[in-house]
């Protein structure tokens, strides 16, 4: 069964603390590794998209990288803004997105 | 450009009733999804429609659970008759994609949905 399992549940991080979120994934045909941000009241926001092992994408004080089984959510000297829900997602052969539980993030000033 | 347009974004009803929701996805996106987000889980897609077919809907209850989207644009989900596991965020998502290529869904605010 395809599945898509994160950790940490949840992070505390003091403003500037650079830590990782991890995302393991089995998705039979896995076509790409996304990550969406999730705001409290709100759908999910698109960041990334990993297509093969190896690739690494950076969006301001994210980046993405992707392994044959891992996905890894990188936060460089985080600011109180980048507190939410961190979701990542695989896209089967379907094009079916199958999520995982997210990590709650909160950074302290 | 306006993003995808849900409504309401608040319903609480008691179990056995039923309830709509209506959603307008981004001016010429032709696939629409409907998810299903318990709180603490990520989100569970319920259906995706290709225009106005329907491409899976194979984690859609189909005894309770009914989507429809009428001219390949707006869509609505019924639930009939609720239960209290159905109290969810239920999240309507559009992208451009075609068979042939992938492209990032966008999501709307939602609709929290409590049953009681």
């Known amino acids: 069964e395809d599945q898509v399992t994160q950790s940490p549940e949840a992070l505390r991080l003091q403003e500037g603390e650079s830590s990782s979120l991890n995302c393991s994934y089995t998705?039979?045909?896995?076509?790409?590794l996304f990550w969406y941000r999730q705001d409290p009241g709100k759908g999910p926001e698109f960041l990334f998209t990993?297509?093969?092992a190896g690739e690494e994408k950076e969006k301001e004080r994210l980046k993405a990288t992707l392994t044959k089984k891992e996905s890894f959510l990188h936060i460089t000297a985080p600011k109180p803004e980048d507190s939410a829900t961190y979701l990542c997602?695989?896209?089967?052969?379907?094009?079916?997105?199958?999520f995982g539980s997210g990590t709650r993030l909160l950074v302290r000033p | 450009e306006a993003g995808v347009a849900q409504s309401p974004r608040y319903k609480i009803i008691e179990k056995r009733q039923s309830v709509a929701f209506w959603c307008n996805p981004i001016?010429?996106?032709?696939?629409l999804y409907w998810y299903q987000q318990i709180l603490g889980q990520g989100p569970k897609l319920l259906i995706q429609?290709?225009?106005?077919?329907?491409?899976?809907d194979s984690q859609l209850p189909k005894d309770r659970f009914s989507a429809e989207r009428l001219k390949g644009v707006d869509s609505t989900l019924k639930i009939q008759p609720a239960k209290l596991e159905d109290s969810a965020v239920y999240l309507c998502?559009?992208?451009?994609?075609?068979?042939?290529?992938?492209?990032?869904?966008?999501f709307g605010p939602g609709t929290r949905l409590t049953v009681t």
């Open positions: 998502a559009s992208s451009s994609s075609t068979v042939a290529n992938y492209y990032e869904q966008y």
């Open positions: 998705v039979s045909g896995l076509r790409g």
């Open positions: 990993l297509y093969s």
């Open positions: 997602a695989g896209e089967d052969s379907s094009y079916k997105l199958i």
């Open positions: 001016s010429g996106h032709a696939t």
């Open positions: 429609f290709q225009n106005n077919g329907v491409v899976d």
